[in-house]
């Protein structure tokens, strides 16, 4: 636990950060009260023991427990009531200018922001690294094992792992959302009815991975390598169930404050799933299955280290959260089912979007369609920075609207969008200073090369306005409003942006990959406007009272 002390005429304020507790406010008055009931030691072993947060004055001593979800404790002289027409730090009324409290409180949400992101872009870095390690094992296998692996893995994303990120997304929202209403039994109880509709939606996805040697040689036009596709994705969906019940444990501890767990497990499975490839792939003899096969063990595994993690003493601060198995999970489906379709639909407009897209630059040449290739793996991986930031900005609002903090909720909002627009700026001039870099790892063509970093502007144009889009979705994830954000995502990209790239490449201007990233730039500007128009308008205490009525349910 470390402490902070900022002094503000006769009161300090103490910021404490706890492991356990994703965000705490001890504001100490030396006026407002003068009776002791403990020292600050113990007052932190209390937060620790009870899962409550504690109310201090007069020297740092106990005088009032509080709910743990409330991340801003106001008490004056008159002791007034938290709430969201009270100012959340005492001393001050909404006119009154109180920068130094306003500094101190932006760099608490800052400080939050990065400890909580941080450990998440190396856990989705990290599980990226799972796709890199099948391509490369793929490329040394031979030309066509590489491009039977390119056709399973865009299989894989969009008829499978897509809708699994898409569903978890759920989890995001109500999960925090219940954390921070108090209801901490009731995260449990989401998990599981979330690892149920797992199993249910698994199967028709298995039964077409299964089906795939048959179904890709009537889409893939080369018949040998749409087979090979077809048995790699059956080796993979041994892990189809690890890989979903892993992003759905991850989201359990997340809503939590513990966004550490999953990047050690990563860290432990990540040279597993390496060696594994590679042995299966080829020391065992088995090829381009071996190497599919050691990515769905991994995956498995993943689970199983989570999961153990989650049982064991290490993970005992998530113990309070897991009721036990109830009958109550297969009940009060609705907002889950509505939520996870909702993810589903937003994640596979995305994803669906890029890979209708990368199809179409082999339209203008296979040099292209290579540098298309490269371009949008070097943005997914930068695209991680963003994404992961999200994940932690959607956990923040959620456990702020779950606690009816809303006075709060807007000024983190505020402040996200700053930190957005500065992390795609950084995004941008990484892809454009290594504009010349980048194409050298994946291939010696100069050809490539070339048309890769000619198109690197307009992809760092692009990257830039995508971070600021991943906030927003990420807001909208925090508020449980995925449902109005799906379609606006769905219209945005199929009735802006895949549009208007197709004409700016293909059309009368002619633009080649430059008029692709442009018109996807521009149809994400357009989803960014809408949905931070939509938030401007929103009665944010509607979104209040839905966690009320669906945790009461």
């Known amino acids: 636990m470390g402490w902070r002390t900022h002094r503000t005429g006769t009161s300090r304020l103490i910021l404490g950060r706890d492991y356990h507790i994703p965000y705490l406010y001890y504001y100490v008055s030396n006026s407002a009260y003068s009776s002791a009931s403990g020292t600050a030691p113990e007052a932190v072993r209390l937060a620790r023991h009870t899962g409550n947060c504690v109310l201090l004055a007069d020297g740092a001593q106990v005088v009032q427990e509080v709910d743990l979800v409330m991340p801003v404790v106001e008490r004056s002289d008159e002791h007034p009531e938290v709430g969201e027409r009270r100012p959340l730090l005492p001393g001050r009324s909404p006119s009154t ?38 391509t490369i094992v793929a490329g040394h296998l031979g030309p066509n094992d590489l491009a039977a692996a390119s056709i399973g893995i865009t299989t894989m994303n969009v008829v499978g ?25 009731g995260v449990g109880l989401h998990i599981q009815r979330m690892l149920l509709l797992m199993a249910l939606v698994t199967v028709p996805i298995g039964v077409f991975w299964v089906c795939s040697p048959w179904v890709l040689p009537h889409i893939v036009k080369q018949h040998d390598i749409a087979v090979k596709a077809g048995s790699f994705l059956r080796y993979s969906l041994l892990g189809l169930p690890g890989y979903g019940a892993f992003e759905a444990l991850k ?14 497990v990563l860290i432990i499975c990540g040279p597993v799933n390496a060696v594994l490839s590679w042995a299966l792939a080829f020391p065992a003899g088995m090829g381009l299955e071996g ?26 601060w998530s113990h309070g959260c897991w009721g036990g198995f109830s009958q109550e999970a297969l009940k009060n489906w609705g907002s889950m089912i509505k939520l996870a379709a909702a993810g589903v639909i937003a994640t596979l407009a995305e994803w669906g979007a890029f890979e209708v897209l990368t199809l179409s630059t082999s339209y203008i040449s296979t040099e292209h369609l290579a540098a298309q290739t490269i371009l949008t793996t ?25 606690a009816g903090l809303l006075p709060t909720a ?12 500065l992390v795609g700026f950084f995004d ?92 996807v730039a521009v149809g994400s500007l357009i989803i960014i406007v809408s949905e931070g128009t939509y938030m401007r308008w929103l009665r944010w205490q509607n979104c209040v009272d839905s966690v009320k009525a669906r945790e009461v349910a």
């Open 97 to 134: 200018p109180a920068v130094d409290n306003d500094a101190v409180e932006s760099t608490s949400e800052l400080w939050l922001l990065t400890t909580y992101s941080l450990p998440l872009i190396a856990t989705y870095l990290l599980q990226y690294s799972f796709f890199v390690i099948l």
């Open 161 to 185: 792992l897509a809708v699994f990120e898409g569903m978890a997304t759920a989890l995001d929202t109500l999960c925090a959302q219940a954390y921070g209403s108090g209801n901490h039994v």
């Open 251 to 264: 989201r359990f501890m997340q809503a939590q404050g513990n966004t550490n767990a999953g990047m050690v």
């Open 291 to 316: 190497a599919a096969l050691g990515a769905a063990l991994s995956n498995n595994l993943r689970f199983v280290l989570l999961l153990l993690y989650v049982v064991s003493p290490l993970g005992k």
């Open 378 to 402: 070097a943005t997914v991986i930068v695209w991680h920075i963003p994404f992961s930031i999200s994940v932690a900005v959607s956990t923040r609002i959620g456990y702020l609207i779950g």
């Open 410 to 421: 807007r000024r983190a909002v505020r402040l996200y969008c700053v930190v957005f627009v």
């Open 428 to 519: 941008a001039a990484v892809l454009y200073i290594f504009r010349h870099h980048i194409p050298l790892i994946f291939t010696k063509d100069p050809v490539i090369r070339e048309i890769t970093a000619r198109s690197s502007l307009t992809v760092a144009l692009f990257q830039a306005i995508d971070s600021i889009l991943g906030g927003t979705n990420g807001m909208m994830r925090g508020l449980g409003r995925q449902d109005v954000a799906a379609w606006i995502v769905t219209v945005g990209n199929y009735a802006g942006s895949v549009p208007l790239a197709f004409f700016l490449e293909l059309g009368t201007p002619k633009l080649g990959l430059d008029g692709l990233w442009i018109g």
